[in-house]
Nanobody, 118 residues
């Protein structure tokens, strides 16, 4: 059984940084991050292949967020810099059975709240 556990969320001022972590147990390979703001649909943020060589980002976070993977720990990270109030959302980690970068995920974490104050 696969479990994904996020951590690292919190309250930060605009312009600040946070680093989210997602530890996976079980067989899950490529991973991604999504977010859902109040009253909005869940949206894609970033994705990474199992080997870490290929990444994808939403236009809204390019240049500010960085996704990375530690295969030995089966953990994916999301470094978020230059945070804006519009980044406020619940952030979800997702895991896939695929090795390549994908937007199609099989497993989801419970989410971690990120709040950016202006």
């Amino acid at each position: 059984q696969v479990q994904l556990v996020e951590s690292g969320g919190g309250l930060v001022q605009a312009g600040g940084s946070l680093r989210l972590s997602c530890a996976a147990s079980g067989r899950t390979f490529s991973k991604g991050w999504f977010r859902q703001a109040p009253g909005k649909e869940r949206e894609f943020v970033a994705a990474i292949s199992w080997r870490g060589g290929i990444t994808r980002y939403a236009d809204s976070v390019k240049g500010r967020f960085t996704i990375s993977m530690d295969n030995a720990k089966n953990t994916v990270y999301l470094q978020m810099n230059s945070l804006k109030p519009e980044d406020t959302a619940v952030y979800y980690c997702a895991g896939s059975k695929r090795l390549e970068v994908t937007l199609d995920y099989d497993y989801w974490g419970q989410g971690t709240q990120v709040t950016v104050s202006s």
